[in-house]
């Protein structure tokens, strides 16, 4: 993968409280020192709710446990009179490394667009965040537009504020596929990632397109993780369901040793 460095990112989404947080990366460390993980050939994050973030972040530093975490989302905002909103000055003081922005369940829950994923991406870069920009089509998108199409166009705005230089993470999530039990296919991943790429070189110049790792999320699994990753614009995964089963994820972010590759 032209050394990128592969990125298994577990989004918790709205499970696991504070306590159990804790418990679940304390022995998501521990399982992957037995299993002799190295970290600088495959990162490993996690996404937990908000509450949980000071938990994981006493946690990771004090015992300096070779995990990443990040927020679900952020505020376009960085203060102010916006109940219930979140700054990327709160994650950046809890040491966050990334940020998810755009998830389809932001979109068709809270009525995100694309204007609003390139503002808070705006937001993620002043608090010296990595922004985890998703993009995908729904069923209908797919029928209608094609494969790739709605993507591309998602992600040619939400990169608008991104200077050159600047280290983003793209997501390629079809939702039809999440949740569903039904992964896209490796060479249908595949065939939209490499056009997500060309987007990126194409807005931020070859080195970055080169550069940027892309992920796919939707219904990933241990059993499934080896034949994504084998696609050579594929350079990780964003796990939903599977996240949230601690044996199940370390195997997914172990894939190299149990599949082989």
Same mark, same amino acid.
Request: charged residues 20%; negative net charge; contains cysteine.
């Given at each position: 993968? *032209?050394?990128?460095?592969?990125?298994? =990112?577990?989004?918790?989404?709205?499970?696991?409280?504070?306590?159990?947080?804790?418990?679940?990366?304390?022995?998501?460390?521990?399982?992957?020192?037995? #299993?002799?993980?190295?970290? &600088?050939?495959?990162?490993?994050?996690?996404?937990?709710?908000?509450?949980?973030?000071?938990?994981? /972040?006493?946690?990771?530093?004090?015992?300096?446990?070779?995990?990443?975490?990040?927020? /679900?989302?952020?505020?376009?905002?960085?203060?102010?009179?916006?109940?219930?909103?979140?700054?990327?000055?709160?994650?950046?003081?809890?040491?966050?490394?990334?940020?998810?922005?755009?998830?389809?369940?932001? %979109?068709?829950?809270?009525?995100? *667009?694309?204007?609003?994923?390139? *503002?808070?991406?705006?937001?993620?870069?002043?608090?010296?965040?990595?922004?985890?920009?998703?993009?995908?089509?729904?069923?209908?998108?797919?029928?209608?537009?094609?494969?790739?199409?709605?993507?591309?166009?998602?992600?040619?705005?939400?990169?608008?504020?991104?200077? %050159?230089?600047?280290?983003?993470?793209?997501?390629?999530?079809?939702?039809?596929?999440? &949740?569903?039990?039904? =992964?896209? *296919?490796?060479? /249908?991943?595949? /065939?939209?990632?490499? =056009?997500?790429?060309?987007?990126? =070189?194409?807005?931020?110049?070859?080195?970055?397109?080169?550069?940027?790792?892309?992920?796919?999320?939707?219904?990933?699994?241990?059993?499934?993780?080896?034949?994504?990753?084998?696609? #050579?614009?594929?350079? &990780?995964?964003?796990? &939903?369901?599977?996240?949230?089963?601690? $044996? $199940?994820?370390?195997?997914?972010?172990?894939?190299?040793?149990?599949?082989?590759?």
């Amino acid at each position: 993968m *032209t050394g990128r460095r592969p990125l298994i =990112a577990g989004n918790w989404k709205m499970n696991l409280d504070h306590l159990q947080s804790i418990a679940f990366v304390q022995k998501l460390a521990w399982t992957l020192r037995d #299993a002799k993980h190295d970290k &600088g050939a495959v990162e490993v994050a996690v996404f937990p709710p908000f509450t949980d973030l000071r938990s994981v /972040q006493t946690l990771v530093n004090s015992d300096e446990l070779p995990i990443a975490y990040g927020g /679900q989302d952020l505020s376009a905002f960085d203060s102010g009179a916006y109940t219930g909103e979140i700054s990327g000055a709160f994650l950046h003081a809890l040491d966050c490394r990334y940020v998810i922005i755009g998830h389809s369940e932001r %979109r068709q829950y809270h009525h995100e *667009t694309d204007e609003t994923v390139a *503002t808070k991406v705006a937001a993620a870069f002043r608090h010296q965040l990595i922004p985890v920009v998703c993009v995908g089509e729904t069923a209908e998108d797919l029928e209608t537009h094609g494969a790739s199409a709605i993507p591309v166009a998602q992600l040619r705005e939400a990169l608008a504020p991104v200077t %050159r230089g600047s280290e983003v993470v793209v997501a390629y999530e079809p939702v039809w596929a999440i &949740g569903s039990g039904q =992964a896209a *296919t490796p060479a /249908q991943a595949q /065939q939209v990632c490499a =056009a997500l790429r060309a987007v990126v =070189a194409e807005v931020l110049g070859e080195d970055a397109g080169a550069a940027t790792r892309i992920l796919y999320g939707g219904s990933v699994k241990a059993a499934n993780i080896a034949s994504f990753m084998r696609e #050579a614009d594929i350079d &990780g995964a964003l796990v &939903g369901g599977a996240s949230l089963l601690l $044996e $199940e994820f370390a195997s997914i972010a172990q894939y190299q040793k149990h599949v082989g590759i």
